[in-house]
Every structure is written in structure tokens, then in C-alpha cells.
């Protein structure tokens, strides 16, 4: 073990960036021992944040030119212009930073029974009795004592023995982690951790949700319930955690995604807004997003205070 510590790139005090930069260049000079492969897997495991560096260094490595062969975890490939400038090491490393997303105070309207609602930002942690909940960007929620009512958007719920939430014509009694998304016309639930059980409102009917499971309702048509695949069940769970995953997603999504959370505004031209990243960003850092993309795409950037232009 205290060899393995000794070879390994992530040391203890490397910010994730930095220790991802590290174990992206030691992939490319071959393949790892076990026990560097070992370390790499732990690293990766230890924090959300982790696989995110991962894959921004990953891709950007990629793109200028420097990646031979990676072994261990794999990331998808990131579609670029035929042509790519070279990518010096010092903008490699400062193109691969990234930073801790904020967490806003959700607007509260009354008191008993209280509205609370978000702008263009997550909410930080409601505590209720039994749990917390934690507000999409536009989204309004209703609490109360015993329930709370997801109005709109979406939620992120860390529940325990006694929480209930509503959504539609759904009720939830959550224990562990569920994401609800609510609008006039669909009710879509995620469980992403423990067990959710759920009945529809005016029957005694109860079902019973695993981690990776979702169950969507759409009007009054009955629920309908699939299994998620991991990646896909991460991607979903991102934005709880203050992260954007992307898979092979357009320019123009990602900029129409960054731009509902953040005031300062992301302009892709249209000879660069079909182009397609992956990786997974902060989404109140629309900077870490358009200095990566200008990295791959060999793209240019104009920046103001209010804006990030990308031609």
C-alpha cells in the first residue's frame, strides 16, 4: 500500500484537477500496474467530483493530440474539427480547472404551508422533520408539517422513516434518495439510493421503487416504471449535485442548459452549436465550460462580464 502511495499522481493535498491531469498523463505513458490501477479506482470513487476532472482531462487530453492508449475507466469519445491546435501543458492544466458549485436560499413566500420558490440556481437544503430537499433552478415547492408538494420543476429528496412527498397524483414516502420532477401534464420519480414506496392519491395501492428505478406518470394514464442504466441514472442525479453530465450532447444544448442557471450568458456561433462534447462540468461555472470547449474545439473566445461568446 505505501508503494502504490508513493507511484500514485493523486496526492494528498492535489485539488481533483490537478490529481486527474496527473493520473491522465501517467495513462498515456502505458499501462497502469494493478496497483496503480487499484489507486486510480479508489480515487474515482471517493467523490463525484473526481470523475468529473477526470473526464474534462480525459477529453482534453484527447484533443491536443497527447493520448496514445488509456486503460481503466473509459469515457466516451468527444467529436472535434479535423484539425486541433497543439495544447501546450500549461493550458492543459488550466483548462481542466474547476470549481465548487454555490447554492442559493430559495425565496419564501408565507409561513405554515410555505411556498418556497428558485430563480436561475439550486437551492440550498430544506430541513424538515424527516429529511432534506433541495430545489432545481424554477422550480416551487409547498411545505407543510406532515407532506411537502413538488408545484413544479424538479427536487432532490434525502429521505428518512416518515417523509412524505407529493407530486401530481403521486405520494412518496421516501427512504433514501429520490428525484421528483413535476409539470401540469408529468410526474417523473428516480430513485437513486434506499427504497421509495409511492400510491396513487385516493387509493391504497402501494409500489415499491430500488435504486436506478423511475416511474413516470403522464396525466391520468397509469404509471409507467423502468430500470435506469448507471450512466444514465448519473447524468440524471447531476444537477443535485451541482454538476452537468453531458454524453455526446450538442454545443447548443450545453449552452441552453448553462444558460438557465447563470446570469452571465453563453453564446455558441452556428458553426460551432452542432458540434458535440462529453464530460461533466459545474453548472454555476459557465467559464470552466466555454475555456474546455475553446480547448477541444480549437474554437475562439470573447468574454464580458455578462457574456461567454464561443465562434
Given at each position: 500500500?505505501?508503494?502504490?502511495?508513493?507511484?500514485?499522481?493523486?496526492?494528498?493535498?492535489?485539488?481533483?484537477?490537478?490529481?486527474?491531469?496527473?493520473?491522465?498523463?501517467?495513462?498515456?505513458?502505458?499501462?497502469?500496474?494493478?496497483?496503480?490501477?487499484?489507486?486510480?479506482?479508489?480515487?474515482?470513487?471517493?467523490?463525484?467530483?473526481h470523475k468529473g476532472a477526470f473526464l474534462?482531462?480525459?477529453?482534453?487530453?484527447?484533443?491536443?493530440?497527447?493520448?496514445?492508449?488509456?486503460?481503466?475507466?473509459?469515457?466516451?469519445?468527444?467529436?472535434?474539427?479535423?484539425?486541433?491546435?497543439?495544447?501546450?501543458?500549461?493550458?492543459?492544466?488550466?483548462?481542466?480547472?474547476?470549481?465548487?458549485?454555490?447554492?442559493?436560499?430559495?425565496?419564501?413566500?408565507?409561513?405554515?404551508?410555505?411556498?418556497?420558490?428558485?430563480?436561475?440556481?439550486?437551492?440550498?437544503?430544506?430541513?424538515?422533520?424527516?429529511?432534506?430537499?433541495?430545489?432545481?433552478?424554477?422550480?416551487?415547492?409547498?411545505?407543510?408539517?406532515?407532506?411537502?408538494?413538488?408545484?413544479?420543476?424538479?427536487?432532490?429528496?434525502?429521505?428518512?422513516?416518515?417523509?412524505?412527498?407529493?407530486?401530481?397524483?403521486?405520494?412518496?414516502?421516501?427512504?433514501?434518495?429520490?428525484?421528483?420532477?413535476?409539470?401540469?401534464?408529468?410526474?417523473?420519480?428516480?430513485?437513486?439510493?434506499?427504497?421509495?414506496?409511492?400510491?396513487?392519491?385516493?387509493?391504497?395501492?402501494?409500489?415499491?421503487?430500488?435504486?436506478?428505478?423511475?416511474?413516470?406518470?403522464?396525466?391520468?394514464?397509469?404509471?409507467?416504471?423502468?430500470?435506469?442504466?448507471?450512466?444514465?441514472?448519473?447524468?440524471?442525479?447531476?444537477?443535485?449535485?451541482?454538476?452537468?453530465?453531458?454524453?455526446?450532447?450538442?454545443?447548443?444544448?450545453?449552452?441552453?442548459?448553462?444558460?438557465?442557471?447563470?446570469?452571465?450568458?453563453?453564446?455558441?456561433?452556428?458553426?460551432?452549436?452542432?458540434?458535440?462534447?462529453?464530460?461533466?462540468?459545474?453548472?454555476?461555472?459557465?467559464?470552466?465550460?466555454?475555456?474546455?470547449?475553446?480547448?477541444?474545439?480549437?474554437?475562439?473566445?470573447?468574454?464580458?462580464?455578462?457574456?461567454?461568446?464561443?465562434?
Open positions: 500500500m505505501r508503494r502504490d502511495a508513493r507511484v500514485s499522481p493523486t496526492l494528498a493535498n492535489a485539488s481533483p484537477d490537478e490529481a486527474a491531469a496527473g493520473w491522465t498523463a501517467r495513462l498515456d505513458k502505458g499501462p497502469l500496474s494493478a496497483g496503480e490501477q487499484q489507486a486510480l479506482q479508489h480515487w474515482l470513487e471517493q467523490d463525484i467530483r474534462r482531462a480525459k477529453a482534453i487530453w484527447h484533443a491536443s493530440g497527447r493520448l496514445a492508449a488509456l486503460q481503466g475507466p473509459t469515457a466516451p469519445a468527444v467529436a472535434h474539427p479535423a484539425t486541433l491546435p497543439a495544447l501546450p501543458r500549461r493550458r492543459f492544466f488550466a483548462a481542466a480547472a474547476a470549481a465548487v458549485a454555490l447554492l442559493a436560499v430559495p425565496k419564501r413566500q408565507g409561513k405554515a404551508n410555505s411556498l418556497y420558490t428558485t430563480a436561475n440556481a439550486l437551492s440550498a437544503p430544506l430541513s424538515t422533520a424527516f429529511g432534506t430537499i433541495t430545489l432545481d433552478c424554477y422550480s416551487k415547492l409547498k411545505m407543510g408539517l406532515e407532506s411537502s408538494r413538488l408545484v413544479s420543476g424538479r427536487c432532490c429528496v434525502l429521505g428518512r422513516t416518515g417523509m412524505i412527498m407529493k407530486a401530481g397524483e403521486l405520494i412518496f414516502a421516501p427512504q433514501g434518495r429520490l428525484l421528483l420532477s413535476c409539470t401540469p401534464s408529468q410526474v417523473v420519480a428516480t430513485a437513486v439510493s434506499g427504497t421509495v414506496r409511492l400510491r396513487l392519491h385516493h387509493t391504497n395501492d402501494w409500489w415499491t421503487l430500488r435504486a436506478g428505478a423511475q416511474i413516470t406518470q403522464n396525466g391520468t394514464q397509469a404509471p409507467e416504471m423502468r430500470s435506469l442504466m448507471p450512466e444514465e441514472l448519473d447524468a440524471q442525479n447531476a444537477w443535485s449535485l451541482g454538476q452537468l453530465e453531458v454524453h455526446d450532447e450538442s454545443m447548443a444544448s450545453i449552452a441552453s442548459t448553462f444558460n438557465r442557471y447563470n446570469q452571465r450568458q453563453v453564446h455558441v456561433s452556428p458553426a460551432l452549436a452542432s458540434h458535440r462534447l462529453t464530460g461533466v462540468f459545474t453548472l454555476t461555472r459557465p467559464e470552466e465550460f466555454a475555456a474546455t470547449a475553446r480547448t477541444i474545439l480549437g474554437a475562439k473566445l470573447a468574454e464580458t462580464p455578462q457574456t461567454l461568446s464561443l465562434y
